[in-house]
């Protein structure tokens, strides 16, 4: 089975553009999570989707990150405009809740760079 | 919302050598799940604890939740240098709180 797939894997960006990163969950996975991960900060969430609705964006830094879940295999999320600070590693999670277990399953990541 | 403490963030230890880390919870937990993350790598889910003093083994990682269920410990056992990476607890609820993780180096 494939696990949590997300592209690019890299990417380097100028200051003042759009980036649109990618992840196509777990399938029968019904939650979805997107996060970020820094040296300084550690892995926080950004937002999570359950059945494709948003539940929770409070970890959204500012109004220039979006994140939708147009179906239940495919989440994006846009950083418009891209700014150095959101230099990162986002992390894209899957899972699927249940009696005794909510595990997450993590892809591999995409490391973002803007200079 | 909940938080989880993991102190310290970083420990080094010789080949060989067991290895303890705590994650710390001011509240009670539901449940709590321990991660790993090799360098360079992406999370990887090792355990959930569910009930009030429980014990769980892998191999030579003990997971133990405590009787308030407000900490939890990871142990290894003669470390390898395969365990190198950062454990990360995370209190589990409609979603996960990470805590800011432990990075083992291990010394051959």
């Known amino acids: 089975d494939a696990g949590v797939i997300q592209s690019p894997r890299h990417e380097v960006t100028e200051m003042g553009q759009e980036v649109t990163l990618r992840c196509k969950p777990i399938?029968?996975?019904?939650?979805l999570f997107w996060y970020r991960q820094t040296m300084m900060r550690g892995l926080e969430l950004l937002i999570y989707?359950?059945?494709?609705?948003?539940?929770?964006d409070s970890g959204m830094p500012e109004d220039r990150f979006s994140a939708k879940m147009p179906n239940a295999s495919f989440s994006t999320l846009k950083i418009q405009p891209s700014e150095p600070r959101d230099s990162a590693v986002y992390f894209c999670?899957?899972?699927?809740?249940?009696?005794?277990?909510?595990?997450?399953?993590f892809g591999p990541g995409t490391r973002l760079t803007v200079t | 919302g909940q938080q989880v403490m993991q102190i310290p963030q970083y420990q080094h230890v010789q080949e060989g050598e067991d290895f303890t880390t705590y994650c710390n919870s001011s509240t009670t937990l539901s449940n709590i799940q321990w991660y790993k993350q090799r360098p360079g790598g992406h999370p990887v889910f090792l355990i959930q604890?569910?009930?009030?003093?429980e014990v769980k083994k892998q191999k030579r990682l003990t997971f133990q939740f405590g009787e308030a269920k407000k900490n939890s410990s990871l142990h290894i056992t003669a470390t390898q240098t395969t365990d190198v990476g950062t454990y990360f607890c995370a209190a589990s609820g409609s979603k996960l709180t990470f805590g800011k993780g432990i990075t083992l180096s291990v010394r051959p």
């Open positions: 399938s029968g996975h019904n939650s």
């Open positions: 999670a899957s899972s699927f809740p249940r009696t005794g277990g909510n595990e997450q399953y």
């Open positions: 989707f359950n059945n494709n609705v948003p539940i929770d």
């Open positions: 604890l569910v009930k009030s003093g």
